[in-house]
């Protein structure tokens, strides 16, 4: 790896080394990236401390798979079919493999069946990398749809939100259906009180309870279906389960209105069906995973009653490490417990090492990208979704900042995630570090319509709690008013 190569790209809080690790080896080991890119994936660092992670590739080798992959777009050799066929094979195995398997743990075919699901997972992380290299990092089918419009003289005014409906998914996803389920209920049971009682209910937040697991948890509580069914009551449920089971024909009617309106030629509407593609498939690997590492902590807390072994233990051992386990009942509780607080990893062409935390700062001054922070007190990003709105900032790095944010704040984030959603939804306006039209943060600015300005790169940096700022997403700036 040479000096000064590789740039955080993701910066997540809320996980694990082997939530990431299993995700990651699979870009170096699966055949995926190189059959469906035209490239390879060369190198990375992952530094892990406590439950925040940082991921960074080789800048150089970033920039070329994108730049290919988006030529495969726009040329029309990206196999996007065959990308979503994989997806939803890798996708339905891990779901019926993980479905039982936290009860075989005692059988004697466990161990083949577990590395079977840890193999299908691998899959399936590789396909859904493979989709946003388009977009990752520098916004080139981003920017690429914006200008389609720009020429058909859609108005900055109306830009994003003629964007956002273009590329909005018309196939549903699990969240969806459990919004359906849940208005099945309300309008079963008309009020409140009779539906929280109604065994229905129960049954439901038992089967939906994984939904925003993440990579460690945890669970989603009745409590959260509740407030659900609360936001529901305040209206007609007959008549919101009318318009949610409408919603796919609806969307994609406005769809076809807004390109024959836009006059968009086949071409274009292909680019923007591969966008709404993209998105959907996105948001069902995570759906996916979430019940994947529900799945799989459930056989980890198992093996940790059964050998004596904290949680944590299994979310920072080598697989190799829990695969000993299995086989002969041993495990360093050192080795695995050790790395809880600090981990750095560099993979190069599917060879890893780890290095010492005594040499880290050293290591990470010579080979990470050092981006200089200009202070200023505007900055500015790409949008997500328009609107302008003033408030005050709030800094959300984990779940555990979650509590400070009130209603009509101002949510500023490296990245925001499925656990940070409570938050969001009391937010005014959603401002990241890093981030393009398929990320967390875009998907759920779109379906809440609040504003949202993404890929700042140092919106957390610059802010602090506190300060008022004035979020123009109609021109993709934030700018401090006062602090």
Not at 168 to 197: C, D, G
Not at 241 to 259: P, R, T, V
Not at 319 to 329: A, M, N, P, Q, S
């Amino acid at each position: 790896m040479k000096p000064q190569s590789a740039k955080i790209m993701v910066d997540e809080h809320g996980m694990n080394y082997f939530a990431w690790a299993i995700m990651c080896d699979s870009f170096f080991k699966t055949p995926y990236i190189k059959q469906f890119t035209g490239r390879p994936f060369t190198s990375e660092i992952m530094l892990i401390q406590g439950e925040h992670g940082q991921w960074a590739p080789n800048i150089e080798n970033v920039k070329d798979v994108a730049e290919n992959v988006f030529k495969k777009i726009k040329d029309g050799t990206f196999n996007i079919k065959q990308i979503e066929k994989l997806h939803l094979y890798f996708g339905k195995k891990v779901m019926v493999q993980a479905k039982n398997l936290p009860e075989q743990i005692n059988k004697k075919n466990f161990l083949q069946k577990m590395l079977a699901l840890w193999k299908d997972y691998g899959n399936l992380c590789c396909l859904g990398f493979v989709i946003v290299w388009s977009d990752i990092e520098y916004g080139l089918l981003t920017n690429e749809l914006e200008k389609i419009l720009v020429t058909k003289n859609v108005g900055r005014e109306n830009l994003q939100k003629e964007l956002s409906l273009l590329i909005s998914p018309t196939k549903n996803v699990l969240p969806w259906e459990e919004t359906k389920e849940l208005l099945e209920i309300a309008a079963q049971f008309k009020t409140l009180k009779k539906a929280v009682k109604s065994s229905e209910f129960n049954k439901h937040c038992e089967k939906y309870k994984w939904l925003q697991y993440g990579y460690q948890g945890p669970e989603l509580m009745p409590e959260y279906f509740k407030t659900e069914l609360k936001k529901i009551f305040k209206a007609n449920p007959k008549k919101q389960l009318k318009n949610h089971l409408a919603y796919f024909a609806e969307l994609k009617k406005l769809q076809k209105s807004l390109e024959k309106k836009l006059k968009l030629s086949k071409e274009e509407i292909r680019l923007f069906e591969v966008a709404r593609m993209i998105m959907y498939l996105k948001a069902y690997r995570v759906d996916v995973r979430h019940f994947f590492h529900w799945q799989t902590d459930k056989i980890f807390k198992k093996l940790g009653l059964k050998y004596n072994l904290p949680l944590n233990w299994f979310h920072y051992s080598e697989r190799t490490d829990i695969l000993k386990l299995i086989k002969t009942g041993k495990a360093d509780m050192q080795k695995g417990l050790s790395r809880t607080k600090f981990m750095l990893r560099i993979s190069e062409n599917g060879k890893m090492k780890f290095i010492s935390k005594t040499k880290a700062d050293a290591f990470l001054k010579k080979y990470l990208f050092q981006e200089k922070i200009v202070m200023s007190s505007e900055i500015s990003g790409a949008t997500a979704f328009p609107g302008i709105v003033k408030g005050k900032v709030k800094i959300v790095l984990s779940k555990n900042n979650i509590a400070k944010v009130s209603k009509g704040d101002i949510l500023v984030a490296s990245a925001t995630t499925p656990e940070l959603l409570p938050a969001m939804y009391k937010a005014a306006a959603f401002v990241t570090d890093a981030g393009g039209i398929t990320s967390h943060a875009a998907i759920v600015a779109r379906e809440m319509k609040k504003p949202c300005i993404i890929g700042t790169r140092i919106a957390t940096k610059i802010f602090k709690d506190g300060d008022i700022v004035e979020v123009d997403a109609n021109k993709g700036i934030v700018k401090k008013i006062w602090e």
